[in-house]
């Protein structure tokens, strides 16, 4: 159905293109009917004709895509994001204490090593100091 879609609508884009260099533009361009009442219609005739077929495959081309628009999203399902299937990722904990040393001494217990302790904020803004 969708591969059928798709071959109408480059039918239709393609008769397009050919109904819009059949126009006449203001310098002439590819324009047909040059003169009097030659040809099957005339001049204004052939313009209306052609303005109007160009019309109608514009609104054709927007039906068959919006067509292929919906036809495309008929398959798709809304997802939760806490989707509760799927193992999240592995985040390491916090590591376990170490064992404590031992030398010929005796044992010396390890104590985990402290950060150095952050300078205080500052209690309102501060004007940079030049040196």
């Known amino acids: 159905m969708q591969t059928v879609a798709v071959v109408v609508l480059l039918m239709i884009v393609l008769a397009?293109?050919?109904l819009i260099l059949l126009q006449k533009s203001e310098g002439g361009g590819l324009g047909m009917g040059g003169g009097g009442g030659s040809g099957f219609l005339s001049s204004?005739?052939?313009?209306?004709v052609?303005?109007?077929t160009t019309a109608i495959l514009a609104a054709c081309y927007f039906v068959v895509s919006l067509f292929l628009s919906w036809y495309a999203g008929l398959e798709r399902k809304p997802r939760s994001i806490l989707d509760t299937n799927r193992p999240g990722p592995s985040v390491p904990g916090p590591a376990a204490p170490t064992a404590p040393l031992t030398i010929p001494g005796?044992?010396?217990?390890?104590t985990p090593q402290?950060?150095?302790a952050a300078p205080p904020a500052p209690a309102g803004?501060?004007?940079?100091?030049?040196q």
């Open 44 to 48: 204004r005739g052939t313009a209306n």
């Open 50 to 52: 052609l303005t109007r």
């Open 125 to 130: 803004p501060q004007v940079p100091r030049s």
């Open 16 to 18: 397009m293109v050919g």
């Open 106 to 110: 005796g044992m010396i217990p390890t």
């Open 114 to 116: 402290q950060q150095p």
